[in-house]
């Protein structure tokens, strides 16, 4: 539904977006993935035909943003970070005059029929007569999303969509963009990690420009990581870190933490070797009490840094900290 080749835009000297390259598939959310300033927002400004590329391009639902312009566009809708909302009109006015802009060769009930359904779809409708300028971050952000769906297109690009929302409304926005997959092939910016954990199906990360990993979380935490790990949990304070690192197939064993009460171990093995049922029946044969045996992974931040910290110390401690919080 969209692809884009070799995209690279420059401004001056700077160069923005250096050789990106992207697809996304109908009815996917892709986490468009990137630090401030990475290029994330100008990639979004070239995919909508806000501005043209230096090189590459853009096309999406079979036209070319820049040699059928007004096709693409005709199938997409964008909402910036900063919706592009007029506070002396009320919601539904706003929504109207966007409707005469999109749908203008439809019939009034039509396009009032279509404006319905997107305040409706996206919660908006109780605040139909309160004038853009007296609403909250939130239904701001809310009417911005019913502009863009107003007209039903097959792709829609949101840039930073949660920006600045409190939690509620961050819950809120995601499971209204969450509703809208299938329906709709949607590219998501963000710098928010957990919003792409909880709402994409596969992610594109972007650094000074540059594209440095395609795939699902779940792809990049087995291809960073390396080896499988496993936290264990045995009752009291007992020393099981020989016996462990006596399974077959097991490459480290230490002592994540330690209480009167249980002992935490995160046993590491190679990829290859799932050594759970080993690492239970050691523990249950030694007469231990099994507490928790889980699987740990990366988490989306760890992965972020590893991608994108330059510097390899200051990536560990930042990683650390990262899985600390996690």
């Known amino acids: 539904m969209i692809e884009v080749q070799h995209l690279t835009k420059r401004y001056g000297p700077v160069t923005a977006v250096d050789d990106v390259s992207f697809r996304?598939?109908?009815?996917?959310?892709?986490?468009?993935?990137?630090?401030?300033?990475?290029?994330?927002?100008?990639?979004?400004?070239?995919?909508?035909?806000?501005?043209?590329?230096?090189?590459?391009?853009?096309?999406?639902?079979?036209?070319?943003?820049?040699?059928?312009?007004?096709?693409?566009?005709?199938?997409?809708?964008?909402l910036p970070e900063t919706p592009p909302l007029y506070s002396d009109m009320?919601?539904?006015?706003?929504?109207?005059?966007?409707?005469?802009?999109?749908?203008?060769?439809?019939?009034?009930?039509?396009?009032?029929?279509?404006?319905?359904?997107?305040m409706k779809r996206t919660h908006v409708d109780d605040m139909a007569n309160r004038h853009c300028g007296k609403l909250s971050k939130g239904y701001r952000q809310r009417v911005g999303l019913a502009q863009a769906i107003l007209h039903d297109p097959e792709?829609?690009?949101?840039?930073?969509?949660?920006?600045?929302?409190?939690?509620?409304?961050?819950?809120?926005?995601?499971?209204?963009?969450?509703?809208?997959?299938?329906?709709?092939?949607?590219?998501?910016?963000?710098?928010?990690?957990?919003?792409?954990?909880?709402?994409?199906?596969?992610?594109v990360i972007i650094n000074r420009g540059r594209v440095v990993a395609i795939d699902t979380p779940d792809n990049l935490t087995?291809?960073?990581?390396?080896?499988?790990?496993?936290?264990?949990?045995?009752?009291?304070?007992t020393d099981a870190s020989?016996?462990?690192?006596?399974?077959?197939?097991?490459?480290?064993?230490?002592?994540a933490d330690q209480h009167e009460q249980f002992t935490g171990y995160e046993v590491e093995s190679e990829s290859t070797h799932d050594v759970r049922r080993d690492v239970a029946r050691t523990i249950v044969d030694q007469g231990w009490g099994l507490l928790e045996l889980r699987p740990t992974r990366m988490s989306l931040e760890q992965i972020f840094?590893?991608?994108?910290?330059?510097?390899?110390?200051?990536?560990?401690q930042q990683a650390q900290a990262g899985g600390n919080a996690a």
């Open 90 to 118: 009320t919601v539904r006015e706003y929504l109207t005059f966007v409707s005469r802009i999109k749908l203008g060769k439809t019939t009034k009930a039509e396009r009032a029929m279509r404006v319905d359904h997107a």
């Open 155 to 203: 792709v829609l690009v949101l840039d930073e969509p949660t920006a600045g929302l409190d939690p509620k409304q961050i819950i809120e926005t995601r499971d209204l963009i969450r509703g809208l997959a299938g329906d709709h092939t949607i590219v998501l910016s963000t710098h928010i990690l957990p919003e792409v954990a909880q709402t994409c199906q596969r992610v």
């Open 222 to 237: 087995h291809q960073l990581k390396g080896a499988a790990t496993l936290y264990v949990q045995i009752d009291g304070r």
């Open 24 to 78: 996304v598939e109908k009815g996917e959310i892709l986490g468009f993935l990137g630090p401030n300033g990475a290029g994330k927002t100008t990639t979004m400004r070239v995919i909508t035909g806000y501005m043209p590329a230096t090189e590459g391009k853009a096309v999406v639902a079979g036209y070319d943003v820049f040699t059928h312009p007004l096709e693409a566009k005709a199938r997409t809708g964008y």
């Open 242 to 255: 020989a016996a462990l690192s006596a399974i077959p197939g097991v490459s480290k064993v230490t002592v």
């Open 305 to 316: 840094l590893e991608l994108t910290t330059e510097d390899p110390e200051e990536n560990a």
